[in-house]
């Protein structure tokens, strides 16, 4: 559409099966390339991008959709302006499993949850540290984040988990509700998952729960001013405190 080379930088990279309702992405556009963009029918001062969140609505797979397009501020970047990223997972333990609607996105499980002891592990993981037992290896890679929300709501069948973070390493989300899964179902208890913070790889004491249930539902970004100043704080790698 803009009759140049594209290359899209997201906020977070997903695994395979897992979702994005409020992913980030930009791009940089060669100048003589952006009138490519604009379209008869746009009003006048706009500078295209309502025709081409329609035209890339014709051409893109159903499972991806453009939703708005803008011109970002001196200074950004996606991935790392960003100050935090928000997830969700969720879980049916309705003994049909799930409703066809929601197979997508919703991970049917078989036994009962035990949300308190899950919401007491929880607790034990918040703050900086290094997540080394939750995260595949990525080589040369810190598996350091600072971990600001993880907590649980019940709504009938339907248990949610709610994960927010500065950012996470590969699997990272799985692994903490694959942990915790555990935990719920009274195979480990809730000290255990603060132990794992000890960890300097992978455990193999528990799975990754199933993708299909995790879905990026937020990016945090800070003020326009302050944009290239987080840019360079989050390129340094993280050490322990």
Do not use: K
Request: charged share 25%.
């Amino acid at each position: 559409m803009f009759r140049a080379p594209v290359r899209l930088r997201a906020a977070g990279r997903t695994d395979a099966g897992v979702h994005a309702t409020a992913q980030v992405a930009h791009t940089d556009i060669p100048a003589e390339a952006l009138p490519n963009a604009y379209s008869r029918s746009d009003r006048p001062g706009d500078p295209g991008f309502g025709s081409l969140v329609r035209r890339l609505g014709r051409f893109l797979p159903a499972d991806v959709r453009v939703t708005e397009i803008t011109r970002a501020p001196a200074g950004f970047d996606a991935r790392f302006s960003a100050l935090r990223r928000h997830y969700v997972y969720r879980l049916s333990t309705a003994p049909y499993g799930v409703v066809p609607q929601q197979a997508r996105f919703v991970t049917a499980w078989p036994r009962a949850l035990d949300l308190d002891a899950m919401t007491s592990a929880s607790r034990e993981l918040l703050g900086l540290h290094d997540f080394a037992a939750f995260c595949r290896h990525r080589e040369g890679a810190t598996t350091i984040r600072e971990l600001q929300r993880l907590d649980w709501t019940r709504d009938g069948d339907l248990i949610t988990a709610h994960v927010s973070a500065d950012a996470f390493c590969w699997s990272m989300v799985r692994s903490l509700v694959g942990a915790l899964l555990a935990v719920g179902e009274h195979r480990r208890d809730p000290r255990w998952c603060r132990e794992l913070l000890s960890a300097t790889s992978r455990s193999s004491d528990f799975a990754a729960a199933p993708p299909q249930g995790l879905t990026l539902v937020g990016v945090d970004y800070p003020p326009d001013d302050q944009l290239a100043a987080r840019n360079l704080i989050t390129r340094d790698i993280r050490s322990p405190r």
